[in-house]
């Protein structure tokens, strides 16, 4: 059984980074994504890579500032956040897709985790 289990959320100042992990169980998936979501709002894609090219993609809110990146050997995901705003305060979700081609859907992806709180103070 695949899972994916987020950590590194918190709470940050304006400016500030945060390191996000995603660790998979296994890996049957090839391309990985970022997103976030906040109450009484849909779930927005933030960032995704194909796992076996290393193509990246990113939301417009996010370039620049955001990294996604991902450690074979660990089956683990990254998504590294610097300058942060507090419009970045979200819970933020990882998840896994069969194939290598990076999409921006939630209807995409085949695998979830369960999210963890990201909070930017101004």
């Known amino acids: 059984q695949v899972q994916l289990v987020e950590s590194g959320g918190g709470l940050v100042q304006a400016g500030g980074s945060l390191r996000l992990s995603c660790a998979a169980s296994?890996?049957?998936?090839?391309?990985m994504g970022w997103f976030r979501q906040t109450q009484g709002k849909e779930r927005e894609f933030v960032a995704a890579i194909s796992w076996t090219t290393g193509f990246t993609r990113y939301a417009d809110s996010v370039k620049g500032r955001f990294v996604i990146s991902t450690d074979n050997d660990k089956n683990t995901g990254y998504l590294q956040m610097n300058s942060l705003k507090p419009e970045d305060t979200a819970i933020y979700y990882c998840?896994?897709?069969?194939?290598?081609?990076?999409?921006?859907?939630?209807?995409?992806?085949?695998?979830w985790g369960q999210g963890t709180q990201v909070t930017v103070s101004s």
């Open positions: 998840a896994g897709r069969w194939s290598e081609s990076t999409r921006t859907g939630v209807y995409d992806y085949d695998y």
């Open positions: 296994v890996r049957p998936f090839n391309s």
